[in-house]
């Protein structure tokens, strides 16, 4: 763990639940606790974001297809199908694939979007300071509420019984484990404490996702100068 000396010491901790050992027996991820209090983005570069879908189209990285492959069977061990619902990095490499690029959205999510790309690692990122408690990664019972954007309206749907979900002590905070983000949690402010994290397993080389988590830490504090931030990792036990 490496920790910033001028990062405040107390962010909610991540935790997953024993149950999910079955489901993803090789679950390792990165989190990256950030604190931007006082801060502002500064502009993306668009070549960054160029850059990782033209990796895409150039069939990289070179773990992509097993790593990918390996999510779809995670998902369809816990009842998903990830035809029509595939994990974040599966999706964004779809698209890529598809159009040739990405949309810009804003400074921070390009930036977690371009290194999901370029090392085919879903990547989330959350607004902390909306969570009540803290994340948990677990197995729904179908009664969790979770909020999005429906039809161009605030909508509440719940999550299938067996389901993986990311959740905290009011509901979901992302369905199908990281296929859909809830709408309270995400992240439309960069000015305070922000939590992120990359998902990776056992098709992905470790040292990739170190390398990935790298990458997004640097790009953050380019991005938000003067930041702290706390990188952390987490594991199936």
């Known amino acids: 763990m490496t920790i910033d000396p001028e990062a405040p010491p107390m962010f909610p ?39 990782a879908c033209r990796t895409v189209r150039e069939g990289g990285p070179a773990w992509a297809e097993a790593h990918l492959a390996n999510w779809a069977e995670v998902y369809v061990r816990f009842g998903a199908k990830p035809n029509r619902t595939p994990c974040s990095a ?9 159009d040739g690029s990405l949309p810009a959205i804003n400074p921070v999510v390009d930036l977690y979007n371009a290194v999901s790309l370029l090392f085919a690692v879903p990547v989330g990122g959350e607004n902390i300071d909306s ?3 803290a994340p948990r990664l677990t197995i729904a019972d179908g009664s969790e509420p979770f909020d999005t954007i429906a039809n161009g309206e605030p909508s509440i749907e719940h999550p299938t019984p067996g389901e993986v979900i990311w959740r905290d002590d009011v509901g979901v905070t992302c369905r199908r484990w990281n296929w859909r983000q809830g709408a309270r949690t995400r ?22 996702l170190d390398d990935a988590a790298t990458c997004l830490e640097l790009g953050l504090r380019t991005l938000i100068p003067g930041c702290s931030i706390i990188r952390e990792t987490l594991a199936v036990e």
């Open 13 to 51: 901790q991540p935790t997953i639940d024993p149950a999910m050992a079955p489901i993803a027996p090789g679950f390792r991820a990165v989190n990256l606790f950030v604190d931007a209090h006082g801060a502002a983005p500064a502009a993306l570069d668009p070549a960054i974001l160029a850059g």
């Open 90 to 98: 599966q999706a964004l490499r779809k698209r890529v694939l598809k």
């Open 131 to 133: 969570y009540a408690g």
């Open 187 to 208: 992240l439309d402010t960069f000015t305070g404490r922000m939590w992120f994290v990359l998902e990776s397993l056992d098709a992905m080389p470790i040292e990739a």
